[in-house]
């Protein structure tokens, strides 16, 4: 069972389906008692910062994701905004993020590459730079994700980081910390790939 955490600020709709589809059950809850018994997490995001630190907060889900994710090592897998979230902090705000992994969120600079468009949108290779069960290191063809974002993690310790993609200068679009990852594009919406990497959360 993969628990989604419904703060109000992701696909989970989206997200809930491609779990059904490569075989997984998925429980979605903004319930802190029933998150406290997950076995796996998926902790979604779309938008602003300040906005999903703010809502986990008033919510009551922070303290029992801290728990969760480091207390007790539950595998939690965030996506786009709530890859940001796990983070220290961001350009883009003035809270705190969760603070699981050692990384800080930058703003795409679009002045240090003339026609770079931003927000990121579209699709995009991601290129696994290590061994991690959600990405195979030799695939049959490059491993194709949907994007959409304006800022990007930066991560303190490259080895870290889990997959690069190419937007101006390569960013960390994936990382893998002990029991934390972190994915800045959109498996949710990237077909085969997409499933591919819910396979391996649902396997680990």
Partial sequence: ???????????IGSI?????KVGGKAQVTSDPRILRDAEKLVLPGVGHFDRG?????EMGLAPVL?????????????????MQLMCRSSQ??????LGWVDAEVRRFDPAAHPGMKV?????????????????????P??????????????????????????HGNEFCSAFHHDNIWGVQFHPEKSHV????????????
């Fill in 1 to 11: 069972m993969i628990t989604v955490v419904d703060y109000h600020m992701g696909n």
């Fill in 16 to 20: 809930a389906n491609m779990i059904a």
């Fill in 53 to 57: 630190m703010a809502t986990l907060l």
């Fill in 66 to 82: 801290d728990e969760l994710v480091m207390t007790r090592r539950v595998p939690v897998l965030g996506i786009c905004l709530g």
């Fill in 92 to 97: 883009e705000a003035d809270r705190n993020g």
């Fill in 119 to 139: 927000p990121h949108m579209g699709w995009n290779v991601a290129r696994p730079v290590k061994e991690s069960p959600l990405f195979a290191m030799s695939p």
């Fill in 141 to 166: 063809e490059p491993q194709r994700f949907y994007f959409v974002h304006g800022y990007y993690v930066e991560c303190d310790d490259r080895a870290d980081i889990a997959t690069v993609t190419k």
């Fill in 193 to 204: 790939f997409g499933m591919n990497l819910f396979r391996g959360f649902l396997e680990l």
